[in-house]
């Protein structure tokens, strides 16, 4: 009831709570309870047709984004600008942000529109109420920058950065931090390109030190432009990229190790196993132990049994002394093989034959049962079907050998893939067959009678 | 109280609660009371033409105010009354007449009689040319209107102060009167006027050269796709329609600015996206036009005003009457107690037919199919008075009807 008292003091029009429409399930219609529910929620007031039509407006324009119309979209675009003046706060209020991003939209793709026709609305935009400031012109730059116009992105960008709004200022601080963030992208892709230019260069040229001057210029900028943004978790793959390549090639190993071992470890920051790749690459250029090498693989592995870099990671621990580290190699290979991914990779089977040689000959049927027994129901049908059989053998003869080897050792000499191949005759690799025929039955599991 | 002042002198005392018995004029109330002169004038415009051309725009209602003088400023309490945002209902403005004019204590309005266009009979033409349907069937609408009563002078002139109930629905009588008609040629009850349409399908087949008979199926097809185009383009309109004016209104002399420059704004993004928008023949406005389906000007073969009702009838003894020898009312029983409706409407209780036909005379209309189902029951109930009293007794849904 207090509603209605409120409602006398103020003016009638103003801040109308959202409206609400009684469901009508079978059709029945009673017109008088439907408007009396409705007006009980509306506070008193019946929905007026201005929500009505500007709600259908909407959902045409999105009809016709879905459907490729631009022309169309842009017709009701026209109409629901009016919008911005609705009465009711609450539309009001989350007006500009739709309304951006329908219309950036449109922009985008409407034959007639261009940077200009961009620009001008998203300046427009900029300046309607004051949270949208930043995030319009970060995607303003973006626009800009794909169409190549890097300089007024970079603009762009440097008058967003300035951005200053009281306390509000604190809840955009992200937004802040991604502006420098995306300027200093930009930057580091002029300093990449002086890079280049740098190496076709002369030493003793002129040229040379006035070019890598500015370099030097360009990348103490930009690493004060990336180092907030780092602090802050989250995934920040082509920032910490540029960033340490950058601290590298200035031979700053110890920055570069601290921002990687920083982004790849603290808790906070989500899982990204993009940040294990990066520093593992690192290490291994600064030519770093094998135990660290394996250490930061390791977590690769438990993130991403699949990745390509599992057989990098077998060959470090098969060189390893450490018995666990072998048993270990053998899980990487199975792991790895259990995906899609590597079904077709020559060295995945080669590898795999190598190891489980050398397991058998070291008398560690164990390790070999253990990692079998889990996949000896899906396995047979996933690799070593005859279908796979056919393809392997046109597509890749040392990949079937590799196949036929592994799966007679593991499955038997009976098994679809290795019979297949051993008929496969062929003059060149009769031999290489033989021998293969030779070690399956030397070293088959099948045989040993478990 | 509030320091929010008004433009006019009175604003602020006008918009607050009003008393019991008074009325106060609205933007709606100002679109009865020239319903009202139209009506006492008898001219040949119905009040759902009045609400449509309201509509289209071509009579100012939704921001008047534009056309007021300069020295007349509107702001703060004024807002409220001045800015409308609802296009107005024909059950608003109906309600709105009866309370204005007996606030007015109006006399008794000049008769309506049979060279009237308001008379049935003659509107009962308009809408028939308007729904594509044969000429044969004014003479059934006729009959019809002369059975329940409708046509005489004393039932149909507006009377304010007579306590009876007050009908000035003159178009939806007549639109509901061409229903009951439909249902009494085609029963359409989802059967038998198919079947009859195929009867006529087959003579329109052998015999080329005569004028053809009413077929029921065709003409469902032919007005069913132009009422579906209408519909969409009618909802598309809709959703662009501008509501705000070019001259904002506001509630003090501090959110003027603020008005202002929302406007501004508003109309600087859309001169950027007017530049995108070709300019196309819809933008300008279609002049005013009492008529919204027109089938003489398209190809031949869709036109059926001059098409026979043969197919319908049959020859007993001297007289011409109809096949069907059906019909079903519409309600069976009417409420009796306080609400403000004497019927409902739902829909999964009817023939598909049936609300088709209700769905395109309430568009043509622009009312509610509710409101036409409601009229078209109670021209029922004069009609068919004798059943209605016996209605105690249990009573089956089709009854034979003496013709």
Known sequence: ?450 | MSSVCSGSLDGVEYSLRKAKGTVKMTVPGTLALCSLSLLWQREAITLSDLLRLVEEGHVPCVNAFQHFPEEMKLYGRDKGIFSVESWPTYEDIYRKMVEVATFLDLPRFPDITEDCYLHPNILCMKYLMEANLPDEMHNFTCQVVKMAGLGEVDFLTFDPIAKKKNTVKYDVQAVAVIVIVLKLLFLLDDNLEWSLSAVAETHNEENKEDKPWFDFRKWYHVVKKSFDEKKRKLEETRAKYVWKSEKPLYHSSIDRSVAYKRREMVVNLQKQFSMLVDSTPTVTRKSPSSFQFNWTGDADGTCFHGHSLQGALEKRGQSLTTRNALYWLSTQRFCRSYCKHVTTYEESNFSLSYQFILNFFSFLLRINVYFLHEEVSLIEKRLFKTKYSKAKKKSSRSRKVRK
Not at chain 1, 7 to 35: A, I, K, N, Y
Not at chain 1, 229 to 235: D, E, F, H, R, T
Not at chain 1, 339 to 347: I, S, W
Request: with cysteine; net charge positive.
């Open chain 1, 1 to 450: 009831m207090s509603d209605f008292s409120e409602d006398l003091l103020r003016p009638r029009t103003e801040d109308d709570p959202e409206e609400m429409r009684v469901g009508s399930g079978s059709g029945m219609h009673f017109p008088w309870l439907q408007r009396l529910v409705e007006s009980v929620a509306t506070g008193g007031r019946k929905q007026k047709e201005f929500a009505q039509t500007t709600s259908a407006c909407l959902s045409f324009i999105q009809e016709a984004l879905l459907k490729h119309q631009w022309q169309r979209a842009a017709e009701y675009m026209h109409s629901y600008f009016q919008i911005l003046e609705d009465s009711d706060s609450n539309k009001r209020q989350a007006a500009p942000e739709i309304i951006w991003k329908l219309g950036s939209e449109i922009l985008y793709y409407h034959p007639k529109s261009s940077v200009e026709t961009f620009s001008a609305f998203a300046d427009r935009m900029k300046n309607i109420g004051v949270m949208n400031y930043l995030k319009i012109s970060l995607q303003h730059a973006l626009y800009l920058v794909h169409h190549g116009l890097l300089d007024d992105a970079s603009r762009n960008l440097s008058q967003a950065e300035t951005w200053r709004y009281g306390d509000k200022s604190a809840s955009q601080e992200v937004l802040i931090n991604l502006v420098q963030a995306y300027k200093g992208l930009l930057r580091y892709y002029t300093w990449s390109e002086k890079k280049v230019e740098l190496s076709r260069l002369d030493q003793d040229d002129y040229a040379y030190s006035a070019a890598s001057q500015s370099m030097l210029d360009h990348s103490w900028k930009t690493s004060t432009d990336f180092h907030s943004l780092i602090q802050v978790p989250g995934v920040w793959d082509p920032f910490v990229k540029s960033y340490v390549e950058m601290l590298e090639f200035y031979g700053d190993r110890e920055g570069a190790r601290e921002v990687l071992t920083n982004y790849a470890y603290d808790e906070k920051f989500p899982s990204n196993p993009n940040a294990h790749v990066y520093l593992y690459g690192f290490l291994k250029r600064g030519k770093a132990p094998r135990e660290q090498l394996i250490s930061v693989l390791k977590i690769l592995y438990q993130i991403v049994p699949s990745h390509i870099l599992m057989l990098e990671f077998h060959r470090l621990l098969r060189k390893s002394e450490r018995e666990e580290h072998r048993k270990l190699g053998l899980e990487v290979l199975f792991g790895v093989l259990d995906f899609a991914g590597c079904t077709k990779n020559r060295t995945a089977w080669q590898y795999l034959a190598k190891c489980l040689r050398q397991t058998l000959t070291g008398n560690h049927l164990a390790w070999v049962l253990e990692q079998w027994t889990p996949r000896k129901s899906w396995w047979p049908g996933f690799h070593f079907s005859s279908f796979r059989a056919r393809g392997d053998w046109t597509e890749d003869r040392a990949l079937a050998h590799e196949k036929a080897f592994v799966a007679g050792t593991l499955l038997g000499r009976g098994c679809r893939y290795f019979r297949y191949i051993s008929k496969q005759d062929h003059q060149a690799l009769r031999k290489k067959m033989k021998r293969i025929k030779k070690l399956v039955k030397k070293y088959s599991i099948v045989n040993s009678g478990l």
